[in-house]
Nanobody, 119 residues
Framework: QVQLVESGGGLVQPGGSLRLSCATS????????MYWYRRPPGKERELVAR????????NYADSVKGRFTISRNNARSTVFLQMDSLKPEDTAVYYC????????????WGQGTQVTVSS
Protein backbone atom coordinates (compact mmCIF):
# COMPACT_ATOMS: atom_id res chain seq x y z
CA GLN A 1 0.00 0.00 0.00
CA VAL A 2 1.38 3.36 -1.04
CA GLN A 3 1.39 6.08 1.58
CA LEU A 4 2.57 9.68 1.50
CA VAL A 5 2.35 11.33 4.91
CA GLU A 6 3.03 15.03 5.28
CA SER A 7 4.00 16.62 8.59
CA GLY A 8 5.47 19.84 9.94
CA GLY A 9 2.63 22.25 9.24
CA GLY A 10 1.26 24.67 11.79
CA LEU A 11 0.79 28.29 12.74
CA VAL A 12 3.73 30.66 12.28
CA GLN A 13 4.18 34.43 12.37
CA PRO A 14 5.11 36.36 9.23
CA GLY A 15 8.84 36.15 8.64
CA GLY A 16 9.05 32.80 10.38
CA SER A 17 10.08 29.38 9.11
CA LEU A 18 8.63 25.91 8.86
CA ARG A 19 9.99 22.65 7.51
CA LEU A 20 7.54 20.26 5.92
CA SER A 21 8.30 16.57 5.53
CA CYS A 22 6.64 13.95 3.36
CA ALA A 23 7.46 10.39 4.29
CA THR A 24 6.67 7.77 1.69
CA SER A 25 6.20 4.02 1.82
CA UNK A 26 5.16 1.37 -0.65
CA UNK A 27 7.08 2.94 -3.55
CA UNK A 28 10.63 2.82 -4.84
CA UNK A 29 11.22 6.39 -3.77
CA UNK A 30 14.32 6.92 -5.90
CA UNK A 31 12.22 6.31 -9.05
CA UNK A 32 9.86 9.18 -8.36
CA UNK A 33 10.07 12.88 -9.05
CA MET A 34 8.58 14.68 -6.08
CA TYR A 35 6.44 17.79 -5.97
CA TRP A 36 4.99 20.11 -3.37
CA TYR A 37 1.68 21.75 -4.19
CA ARG A 38 -0.52 24.03 -2.13
CA ARG A 39 -4.15 25.10 -2.09
CA PRO A 40 -4.72 28.54 -0.57
CA PRO A 41 -8.16 29.21 0.95
CA GLY A 42 -10.74 29.66 -1.81
CA LYS A 43 -8.20 29.18 -4.58
CA GLU A 44 -7.02 26.48 -6.97
CA ARG A 45 -4.18 24.14 -6.16
CA GLU A 46 -0.82 25.45 -7.38
CA LEU A 47 2.62 23.98 -7.89
CA VAL A 48 5.18 25.16 -5.35
CA ALA A 49 8.33 23.15 -6.04
CA ARG A 50 9.65 20.09 -7.81
CA UNK A 51 12.71 17.89 -7.39
CA UNK A 52 13.81 15.16 -9.75
CA UNK A 53 14.30 11.56 -8.65
CA UNK A 54 18.05 11.96 -8.18
CA UNK A 55 17.74 15.38 -6.61
CA UNK A 56 19.80 16.87 -9.39
CA UNK A 57 17.22 19.40 -10.56
CA UNK A 58 14.85 21.60 -8.63
CA ASN A 59 12.25 24.08 -9.82
CA TYR A 60 10.17 26.65 -7.94
CA ALA A 61 7.15 28.82 -8.43
CA ASP A 62 8.14 32.47 -8.83
CA SER A 63 6.20 33.33 -5.68
CA VAL A 64 8.50 31.19 -3.48
CA LYS A 65 11.88 31.46 -5.21
CA GLY A 66 14.60 32.45 -2.79
CA ARG A 67 12.44 31.62 0.24
CA PHE A 68 11.59 27.91 -0.11
CA THR A 69 13.97 25.00 -0.63
CA ILE A 70 12.95 21.51 -1.70
CA SER A 71 15.23 18.58 -0.90
CA ARG A 72 15.06 14.83 -0.57
CA ASN A 73 16.69 11.97 1.26
CA ASN A 74 16.37 8.85 -0.85
CA ALA A 75 17.72 6.63 1.92
CA ARG A 76 14.83 7.80 4.14
CA SER A 77 12.26 7.94 1.32
CA THR A 78 11.39 11.45 2.41
CA VAL A 79 11.05 14.81 0.69
CA PHE A 80 11.29 18.12 2.51
CA LEU A 81 10.20 21.70 1.97
CA GLN A 82 12.09 24.30 3.98
CA MET A 83 10.01 27.48 4.06
CA ASP A 84 11.65 30.69 5.24
CA SER A 85 10.53 34.32 5.31
CA LEU A 86 6.94 33.14 5.35
CA LYS A 87 4.20 35.54 4.29
CA PRO A 88 0.46 35.51 5.01
CA GLU A 89 -0.12 34.64 1.35
CA ASP A 90 1.73 31.36 1.93
CA THR A 91 -1.22 30.19 4.03
CA ALA A 92 -2.53 27.01 2.41
CA VAL A 93 -2.87 23.28 2.67
CA TYR A 94 0.39 21.82 1.39
CA TYR A 95 0.43 18.48 -0.44
CA CYS A 96 3.24 16.25 -1.60
CA UNK A 97 2.91 14.45 -4.91
CA UNK A 98 4.98 11.56 -6.24
CA UNK A 99 5.24 11.00 -9.99
CA UNK A 100 6.91 7.91 -11.42
CA UNK A 101 9.77 9.08 -13.58
CA UNK A 102 8.94 6.62 -16.39
CA UNK A 103 5.18 7.26 -16.54
CA UNK A 104 3.25 10.23 -15.19
CA UNK A 105 0.14 8.04 -15.13
CA UNK A 106 1.59 6.48 -11.99
CA UNK A 107 1.34 9.10 -9.29
CA UNK A 108 0.27 9.48 -5.69
CA TRP A 109 -0.85 12.26 -3.36
CA GLY A 110 -0.53 12.86 0.34
CA GLN A 111 -3.39 13.99 2.52
CA GLY A 112 -2.04 17.50 3.07
CA THR A 113 -0.83 19.58 6.00
CA GLN A 114 -2.11 23.01 6.97
CA VAL A 115 0.26 25.97 7.05
CA THR A 116 -1.09 29.21 8.49
CA VAL A 117 1.00 32.39 8.47
CA SER A 118 -0.55 34.99 10.73
CA SER A 119 0.32 37.40 13.51
Amino acid sequence: QVQLVESGGGLVQPGGSLRLSCATSGVTFSSYDMYWYRRPPGKERELVARITSTGGTTNYADSVKGRFTISRNNARSTVFLQMDSLKPEDTAVYYCHAVFRFSSDVNYWGQGTQVTVSS
